[in-house]
């Protein structure tokens, strides 16, 4: 059995699709804190067969979560402080996302204007649509890669 210690304060993120752990500690610029993160791939689950888990031992307003319901709003959030569960994060699908996916439209100014933030709203909510802000642009791509 793999033992990963307790963490002081941070956070697990539990229930993530089984090889997606790597595309998350990017999307979530982990590998930019100055903190520990364990990855544990392929862990056995009940509920999904098997499932990736991070740990991150970090303060916990350095994260966005906002990313993560935008990729896979399934994933559980367990807030740590003093090495207890302090909290549950439900996540879901943010209203808007800023500089996680890129517009494919070539007459979209965020594709003259390369400083421009790329920002997309939630447009439908049911069918989990985002647009571009800026040209309305639908997201044509996975989120859950």
């Given at each position: 059995m793999l033992n990963v210690g307790?963490?002081?304060?941070?956070?697990?993120?539990d229930h993530?699709?089984?090889?997606?752990?790597?595309t998350i500690y990017r999307d979530l610029k982990l590998d930019k804190l100055d903190c520990t993160v364990a990855i544990?791939?392929?862990?056995?689950?009940?509920?999904?067969?098997?499932?990736?888990i991070i740990k991150v031992e970090c303060p916990i307003e350095k994260?966005?979560?906002?990313?993560?319901?935008?990729i896979d709003h399934n994933i559980t959030v367990n807030i740590i402080k003093d090495e207890q569960i302090v909290e549950k994060k439900v996540l879901k699908l943010p209203k808007q996302i800023t500089n996680v996916i890129r517009c494919k439209n070539?007459?979209?100014?965020?594709?003259?204007?390369?400083?421009?933030d790329q920002i997309f709203?939630?447009?439908?909510?049911?069918?989990?649509?985002?647009?571009?802000?800026?040209c309305e642009e639908k997201y044509r791509g996975k989120r859950n890669k």
């Open positions: 307790a963490l002081k304060e941070g956070y697990v993120l993530i699709k089984a090889g997606k752990a790597m544990i791939k392929n862990a056995r689950s009940n509920k999904m067969g098997t499932k990736d994260l966005d979560l906002d990313i993560l319901g935008f070539p007459r979209c100014i965020t594709s003259i204007e390369q400083g421009l709203i939630l447009s439908d909510e049911e069918k989990e649509i985002y647009r571009c802000k800026y």
